[in-house]
């Protein structure tokens, strides 16, 4: 949808005040004019946001929800004229009042592709446009806000800022179009997921089938990748939630954790290795064993360097690091090494007569596995409903 966030600004004036005299006079528009932006937002929206009686202009239920979105949008901008303009109370009102869904659109383009070229094609814009609408949106930040480089241009800090609360104020709006159509009982909104990599092999497609199960128009989708990536994604609001291992101390002031189990590592080799059947292994041995160990700076790595610290051993040195399950697999299975892992997410390899995990338990190697998701989120129904699922199916872990 094409925003017009003038429109939606007097939307949120209407809601305000009830009249529709009080919220023109507030947005410095006639009467007509605001008449007309309210009803091509409705028609845009396919849905009556007020109610019109003698008395004012009222929200119906539908218009409730949306424009309770609406208002969480606008926070997130506000949120950075905040600190674009700390002591100017005039300058943080006129940004919010001023910018435009073309200048946003710009900046998030821009800031992703590094070139303008090839954001005024995806934009289907021409360049003096674009580079319009760029010095416009400077123009209101009062400062600059990408530095050419030999390869095209590079977004500075202060434009990563706004692209993160730019997302943010997008994916809030789009949760509003969603919401109505759960309001109207079209179950066909969207969740897109994070997993890594224990949640990949059981939790997730589980879950994600029962919900489609339920709300067959649902879409969904499921992205796979280093966890600095999907932090990323989550904080700028292109993914809803996380599911895997949590991290401690908590990477982001932003981010909430939501620990649903604690699971236990185990020794996996192949199902022909050595020690496959073995329930005591000396620490000479764990300390011969070559290992696939997981990658720095992930729950399991720390939980690995403690394994052998707690015997009293130095870890091994002849290591490969991986965190995806199907390259250690295949490392295992075309060598004596070992591997660190969860035994639910090699279960259907150990079943297969591939794999094998070790019977001896390894006493303090528990990592917390949970949800994460963005401090003040607000689910639509289906993503609750998922969440729900999620606590239901490991309620009993």
């Given at each position: 949808?094409?925003?017009?966030?003038?429109h939606?600004?007097c939307?949120?004036?209407?809601k305000q005040?009830?009249?529709?005299?009080?919220?023109?006079?507030?947005i410095?528009?006639?009467?007509?004019a605001?008449t007309?932006?309210?009803n091509?937002?409705?028609?845009?929206?396919?849905?009556?946001?007020?109610i019109?009686?003698?008395?004012?202009?009222f929200?119906?239920?539908?218009?409730?929800r949306?424009?309770?979105?609406?208002?969480?949008a606008?926070?997130?901008?506000?949120?950075?004229?905040?600190?674009?303009?700390s002591?100017?109370?005039?300058?943080?009102?006129?940004?919010v009042?001023?910018?435009?869904?073309?200048?946003?659109?710009?900046?998030?383009?821009?800031?992703?592709?590094?070139?303008?070229?090839?954001?005024?094609?995806?934009?289907?814009?021409?360049?003096?446009?674009?580079?319009?609408?760029?010095?416009?949106l400077?123009?209101?930040?009062?400062?600059?806000?990408?530095?050419?480089?030999?390869n095209?241009?590079?977004?500075?800090?202060r434009?990563?800022q706004?692209?993160?609360?730019?997302?943010?104020f997008?994916?809030?709006?789009?949760?509003?179009?969603?919401?109505?159509?759960?309001?109207?009982?079209?179950?066909?909104?969207s969740?897109?997921?994070g997993?890594l990599?224990?949640?990949?092999?059981?939790?997730?497609?589980?879950?994600?089938?029962?919900?489609?199960?339920?709300?067959?128009?649902?879409?969904?989708?499921?992205?796979?990748?280093?966890?600095?990536?999907?932090?990323?994604?989550l904080?700028?609001?292109q993914?809803?939630?996380?599911v895997?291992?949590?991290r401690?101390p908590?990477?982001?002031?932003?981010?909430v954790?939501?620990?649903?189990f604690?699971d236990?590592?185990?020794?996996?080799?192949?199902?022909?290795?050595p020690l496959?059947?073995?329930?005591q292994?000396?620490?000479?041995?764990?300390?011969?064993?070559?290992?696939?160990?997981?990658?720095h700076?992930?729950?399991?790595?720390?939980?690995?360097?403690?394994?052998?610290?707690?015997?009293?051993?130095?870890?091994?040195?002849?290591?490969i690091?991986?965190?995806?399950l199907?390259?250690?697999?295949?490392?295992?299975?075309?060598?004596?090494?070992?591997?660190?892992?969860?035994?639910?997410?090699?279960?259907?390899?150990?079943?297969?007569?591939?794999l094998a995990?070790?019977p001896?338990?390894?006493?303090g190697?528990?990592?917390?596995?949970?949800?994460?998701?963005?401090?003040?989120?607000k689910p639509?129904?289906i993503?609750?409903?998922?969440?729900?699922?999620?606590?239901e199916?490991?309620?009993?872990?």
């Amino acid at each position: 949808m094409n925003y017009n966030l003038r429109h939606l600004l007097c939307a949120l004036e209407i809601k305000q005040s009830g009249k529709l005299s009080v919220a023109a006079k507030s947005i410095h528009l006639s009467q007509s004019a605001l008449t007309q932006g309210i009803n091509k937002l409705e028609s845009s929206l396919g849905e009556s946001l007020f109610i019109r009686t003698h008395s004012g202009m009222f929200p119906t239920a539908c218009g409730e929800r949306f424009l309770l979105r609406v208002e969480r949008a606008f926070q997130h901008l506000q949120d950075f004229a905040n600190t674009l303009f700390s002591n100017d109370k005039g300058k943080r009102h006129s940004f919010v009042r001023s910018v435009t869904i073309r200048q946003l659109n710009a900046l998030i383009n821009i800031a992703e592709l590094e070139s303008y070229t090839a954001a005024a094609t995806r934009m289907h814009l021409t360049q003096p446009t674009l580079h319009r609408s760029i010095k416009d949106l400077e123009n209101l930040c009062e400062q600059t806000l990408f530095t050419r480089t030999p390869n095209g241009v590079e977004p500075n800090w202060r434009a990563r800022q706004l692209r993160r609360y730019t997302s943010l104020f997008f994916a809030e709006l789009h949760q509003g179009i969603v919401e109505i159509g759960e309001q109207a009982g079209r179950m066909d909104g969207s969740i897109n997921i994070g997993s890594l990599p224990l949640a990949r092999t059981e939790i997730v497609p589980q879950c994600v089938l029962q919900l489609v199960n339920e709300f067959p128009d649902v879409q969904v989708c499921v992205i796979d990748g280093p966890y600095e990536e999907q932090l990323h994604a989550l904080l700028h609001g292109q993914l809803d939630m996380i599911v895997g291992a949590l991290r401690y101390p908590i990477p982001h002031e932003e981010i909430v954790q939501h620990r649903l189990f604690d699971d236990q590592l185990s020794i996996v080799v192949k199902a022909q290795h050595p020690l496959a059947k073995r329930k005591q292994i000396s620490n000479a041995e764990l300390q011969a064993l070559k290992w696939v160990a997981p990658s720095h700076g992930a729950p399991a790595r720390q939980v690995f360097s403690d394994l052998f610290k707690s015997r009293g051993i130095d870890p091994p040195s002849q290591l490969i690091e991986c965190s995806g399950l199907v390259t250690i697999r295949g490392i295992l299975l075309s060598s004596e090494r070992a591997a660190l892992l969860p035994a639910r997410q090699v279960d259907v390899e150990v079943k297969s007569g591939l794999l094998a995990v070790c019977p001896m338990p390894l006493h303090g190697t528990n990592r917390q596995i949970g949800l994460s998701t963005r401090k003040n989120w607000k689910p639509t129904l289906i993503q609750q409903r998922l969440i729900n699922i999620i606590g239901e199916r490991t309620a009993d872990e």
